[in-house]
C-alpha cells in the first residue's frame, strides 16, 4: 500500500522542541492558565476544566442572573448574544428568555446592556432599509436581501424586519412605497406597440389609392402608410383606416384626423 504523502508541516513544527501553544506551559514550569478562547472555543473538546457540571444546579432567575453576568465575564462584553449563551453558558438563551420573558429582561435583570433590544419603530426600518438599498445597489446592483443586513452591520436582524412587516419582500415593498410616496411599480407600464402591418395590405392600400398622396394628390413621390385615424386616438389598422400619403403631408398631419 503506497502511504499517503503528509503534508508538510511548517519549519517551526518539524523542529523536536516545537510544543503547540497551548503546552507550553509544560515547558516553562508554568501554570496552565487557558483563556476563554482555548478552554471554550470547542465546546466539544474542551470545554471545562474536569469535573466542572456543565450544567447548573438550579435554573432559579437568581442563578441565570449569575450565570449571564459570569458568561458576560469570560466575553468581557456587556451584553450577550444566542452564540456567547451557546459556547460559554451553562443555561440557553432560551432559558433565560423564557424565565424573563425575554432574553432583553434578562438582561436588564442581569443588569447587563440592554440597549440592542431596543424596538425600532417600523418607520425606523423603513429607513434603514432604505439606506442599505442605497449600498446593495451600489455595490451589488441590485435590492437587498435578507443577509446583506448582517453583512453590512444593521443594529437589527434581518429576520426581525421580515417579520415585521410579513415576508422580506413586503418590507422591501413598504420600503419603496415610503420612499417613493406612492404605490411600487415594480413593471414599467407596457408601451403600446404599433402592430407590423403586412407588405401585403400596403401594397393594396397604394394600389386602392392609386401610387397619389391622398392630401395633396402628388404621385411619383415617396409614400408612407398613415392611419386615417390615428392609433393614438384608437384609430385601427383595418385598410378603411389606412391611406396612402406622401412624406411631408405625412409629417404635417402628424396626430391630426384627416
Ligand atoms: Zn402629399
Known sequence: MIPKSQPQKPESCRNANYISPPFKHLTKNLPFTPTPHQLFSNREKVNRMPLDIDFMPSYDPASIVAEMRRVAAITGRNKLTSDDFKRFGRVSAKTAAMRFGSLEKAHVAAGLDS????????????????????????????????????????????????????????????????????????????????????????FNVFKRDKYTCRICRQSGVELVLDHVIPVCRGGTDAIANLQALCVPCNLGKGGDLQ
Open 115 to 202: 440597549s440592542h433590544f431596543k424596538k425600532f419603530t417600523n418607520e425606523d426600518l423603513l429607513k434603514m432599509l432604505a439606506d442599505l438599498w442605497v449600498l446593495t445597489l451600489r455595490d451589488s446592483g441590485r435590492s437587498p436581501v435578507v443577509a446583506d443586513v448582517a453583512k453590512y452591520g444593521l443594529p437589527v436582524c434581518g429576520h426581525t424586519i421580515a417579520y415585521r412587516f410579513g415576508s422580506w419582500r413586503k418590507a422591501l415593498i413598504a420600503t419603496s412605497e415610503a420612499t417613493h410616496g406612492r404605490m411600487a411599480q415594480p413593471f414599467p407600464p407596457p408601451i403600446r406597440t404599433r402592430a407590423h402591418i403586412s407588405a401585403r395590405i400596403r
